[in-house]
């Protein structure tokens, strides 16, 4: 008879055990996860000054600093294609539209909401400075605007620029820059550009 | 001898029995509705915030997701966006308002903001945000109106069965790519002829074995 409340006990017991829920949470970091151990209370440890990764060696600064020597450099890089326009019109529209405005007259919403200093890219100071200068204002911030190198890769920086080149030369542009095919639609509206984003 | 059971007994017995049956039905259908419903998975339940940071206020100014969840069409994490990417409008607009205080104390101390996660899911589950973005899957089919958030709350319960109604139909929830990141997306031909071109041209999968998921 002892052992009908020895079975009920280590029952009980058992189920106690199963009702802990330790492979929701892993002793492992998730992303952006705190730690206790080290001081700076990150997971996420930075590497040590001066590493580089493989495949991350930058010794290309034309490409990566858009910088000849002590000059900027004043043509792409890389080739331009019609993909990287459209690549660079939507990266455009994600990080620098909220200032500078979808059409690059530095009237974006933030703007309007108070912001101020975002420059108009048709300036002719702009339309003149070397494309290597706009790389290295991303890269690194000016004045009142934030850096944006670490959320935007490289080759998506180019590709941004070569969309503002686009924009600046689209302020001047007249009915005979435009191929003969594509311009019935233009007197249509500003609506359905018919160009894919 | 006399007898011990008044003759209804008997009857008490049986609904005693048939009780019994009831009340385990009706518990474990109470347990299942506890454990597998949207109340234990604090679905639409807000979280203290170190800032009150409001999705209503800013998606509506037409920024985008990506300007601030910047690795979520790359990895498997979406990302929060460091205390300088906020600070690249409020180092100049709203500077002095109370609401902003955490924030300016983050950059300040060099002390990253701690945001309370609303979304999860056990760590026995694999989930990897890029390839849902790249075959065409919105944001707001698991996370719902986040332009309508003050504060941000947990829009589906993101169960096991959540997670397997899609994988088993990806073509009702499918949309064209550039239309992922769209808040009251509406299709504009209907889903049933629409969802089973996006499949065959974005060449979506059924994923549904268990090594998906659990690996």
């Not at chain 2, 209804?8 to 029995?17: D, F, Y």
Request: hydrophobic share 35%; glycine share 8%.
């Amino acid at each position: 008879m002892r052992a009908a409340p020895l079975a009920a006990v280590s029952l009980a017991c058992l189920a106690a055990v199963g009702c802990r829920q330790t492979m929701d949470t892993d002793p492992k970091y998730e992303a952006m996860e705190p730690s206790s151990f080290f001081s700076d209370g990150r997971s996420a440890r930075a590497p040590v000054a001066g590493t580089v990764a493989r495949g991350e060696l930058k010794l290309d600064t034309a490409y990566y600093e858009g910088r000849n020597g002590d000059s900027f450099v004043d043509t792409f890089p890389a080739p331009v294609t019609k993909a990287t326009l459209l690549r660079g019109r939507q990266r455009y529209d994600i990080f620098c539209s909220p200032c500078h405005g979808l059409l690059g007259d530095g009237n974006g919403v933030v703007v309007q909401r108070g912001l101020r200093g975002p420059v108009n890219f048709h300036e002719d100071r702009l339309k003149r400075t070397p494309v290597g200068y706009y790389f290295q204002v991303i890269t690194n911030g000016r004045g009142g605007m934030y850096p944006y190198g670490y959320r935007i890769p490289p080759d998506d920086r180019w590709a941004i620029i070569a969309y503002i080149r686009a924009l600046q030369l689209s302020q001047d542009a007249t009915l005979n820059d435009v191929p003969p095919a594509a311009r019935p639609g233009l007197n249509a509206s500003h609506g359905e550009s018919g160009v894919e984003r | 001898m006399a007898q011990v059971f008044h003759r209804a007994a008997n009857t008490v017995a049986r609904a005693s029995i048939a009780g019994l049956i009831l009340l385990l039905v009706l518990a474990s259908g109470l347990l299942w509705v506890f454990f597998r419903g949207a109340y234990t998975q604090s679905v639409e339940v807000i979280k203290d915030q170190p800032a009150q940071f409001s999705h209503k206020h800013h998606v509506n100014l037409g920024i985008d997701c990506r300007y601030c969840h910047t690795t979520v069409e790359t990895s498997a994490f979406a990302g929060l966006p460091p205390t300088e990417t906020c600070m690249s409008c409020h180092s100049q607009i709203w500077t002095h308002a109370d609401m902003l205080e955490p924030v300016r104390a983050s950059l300040a101390e060099n002390r990253p903001l701690q945001w309370t996660r609303v979304n999860w899911v056990p760590d026995y589950v694999y989930f990897n945000h890029s390839i849902h973005i790249n075959k065409g899957i919105g944001c707001e089919s698991c996370h719902g109106r986040v332009d309508r958030m003050p504060l941000v709350w947990r829009a589906k319960t993101l169960l096991m069965e959540f997670c397997l109604e899609c994988h088993r139909n990806p073509e009702k929830h499918i949309r064209p790519r550039e239309e992922v990141f769209t808040m009251g997306y509406q299709p504009k031909q209907s889903q049933s002829t629409l969802g089973p071109k996006l499949v065959a041209e974005y060449q979506v999968r059924k994923l549904t074995d268990c090594y998906t998921c659990h690996r």
